[in-house]
């Protein structure tokens, strides 16, 4: 009887490993060059622009806003226009101002924190902001919405604004200096 438990249990085992014994094939794909590297990047990225673009003009066409767009994505629209001087590189900008998420969750509002003012044309700023103030005179009231590439793109602002947000400014120009 013990002789037959052990011929099976060696059976059984051999069965075990003969069934399981299977080439441990890799495959080892070439490495990237450089330049594919790069493209894949490109691609990846371009792919992302075009989704959060996509996504954009869909809430602007749910919402019925007639905007305008610029060559690198910015949204604005003039809801009220003013009478005073344009905004131009060099100036001082001081404005009121609405964040909102693509959600349209508020993250920051000159009622808060009081008015925003920027230098135009020396940074600091979000470039899509930036390039909206270029678009306004004193007075006007205005809607941005900043796609993230011109925003805080993958880091966020490292506050309320989180990775990849899409942006939406209500502002009103005050003053140029």
């Known amino acids: 009887m013990i002789r037959r438990i052990r011929l099976l249990f060696i059976f ?15 495959v080892v794909n070439p490495p990237l060059t450089q330049d594919q590297v ?21 809430m ?7 905007m305008q767009k610029t060559s690198t994505g910015l949204r604005y629209q003039i809801l009220e226009p003013g009478n005073g001087p344009k905004a131009t590189t060099g100036k001082i900008a001081r404005f009121d101002y609405e964040v ?17 003012e920027f230098k ?8 899509g902001l930036e390039e909206g103030m270029l678009l306004l005179r004193t007075g006007d009231k205005a809607r941005l919405i900043i796609p993230s590439y011109l925003a805080h793109g993958l880091s966020g602002d490292q506050d309320k604004i ?8 209500t502002l009103k120009l005050i003053e140029l200096k």
């Open 12 to 26: 059984s085992s051999l069965f075990g490993l003969i069934s399981c014994h299977h080439k441990n094939e890799v």
């Open 38 to 58: 790069t493209e894949k990047l490109l691609a990846a990225n371009k792919a992302t622009i075009e989704f959060e673009n996509s996504q954009i003009d869909k």
């Open 60 to 66: 602007i066409d749910s919402l019925h806003w007639d």
């Open 100 to 116: 909102k998420l693509f959600s349209g969750e508020i993250v920051y509002t000159s009622d808060k924190t009081g008015q925003k």
């Open 120 to 127: 135009i044309g020396s940074g600091g700023v979000e470039s």
């Open 162 to 169: 989180p990775p990849k947000a899409t942006l939406i400014y």
